[in-house]
C-alpha cells in the first residue's frame, strides 16, 4: 500500500525556516516525481515544488524560488522541503503527492496518484 506522510509543520515568524518531511512507503522514487503543494484558506491549492527520484531533478513556482530547497534521501525514502525566509502569504496546508512518470514541473497537478495527509504552516508578521 502507498502511503505518504508529510511532517515538519508550524508556527514560524516571518523571516523563519522550517523543514517538512514527506515519508514515503509502499514505492520507491525511481521513476516517479514528488512535490509539494499548498492550500490557504479560500485559495486553490498550488503547486509549490517537485523532483524526480531517478535523476534529482527539481522545479519550483516562482515564488518560493531561491527560499525554498527540495531535496530527496532515496534510502530513507523521505523528501524534503527546507523553506528559508518564509513570508506571511506561505501561510498554507502543505501535502506531499507522488505520481509516476510525469514531467519535472507542477503543471500536472491533477495526475498525481499518491497524497500524504497535510502538515499546517503558519508564518506570523
Known amino acids: 500500500e502507498v502511503q505518504l506522510q508529510a511532517s515538519g509543520g508550524g508556527l514560524v515568524q516571518a523571516g523563519g525556516s522550517l523543514r517538512l518531511s514527506c515519508a514515503a512507503s509502499?514505492?520507491?522514487?525511481?521513476?516517479?516525481?514528488i512535490a509539494w503543494f499548498r492550500q490557504a484558506p479560500g485559495k486553490e491549492r498550488e503547486g509549490v515544488s517537485c523532483?524526480?527520484?531517478?535523476?534529482?531533478?527539481?522545479a519550483y513556482a516562482a515564488s518560493v524560488k531561491g527560499r525554498f530547497t527540495i531535496s530527496s534521501d532515496n534510502a530513507k525514502n523521505t523528501v524534503y522541503l527546507q523553506m528559508n525566509n518564509l513570508k506571511p502569504e506561505d501561510t498554507a496546508v502543505y501535502y506531499c503527492?507522488?505520481?509516476?512518470?510525469?514531467?519535472?514541473?507542477?503543471?500536472?497537478?491533477?495526475?498525481?496518484?499518491?497524497w500524504g495527509q497535510g502538515t499546517q504552516v503558519t508564518v506570523s508578521s
Open positions: 523532483i524526480t527520484g531517478s535523476d534529482g531533478a527539481t
Open positions: 503527492a507522488a505520481a509516476n512518470g510525469l514531467p519535472v514541473n507542477l503543471s500536472y497537478q491533477n495526475e498525481y496518484s499518491y
Open positions: 509502499g514505492f520507491t522514487f525511481d521513476g516517479y516525481v
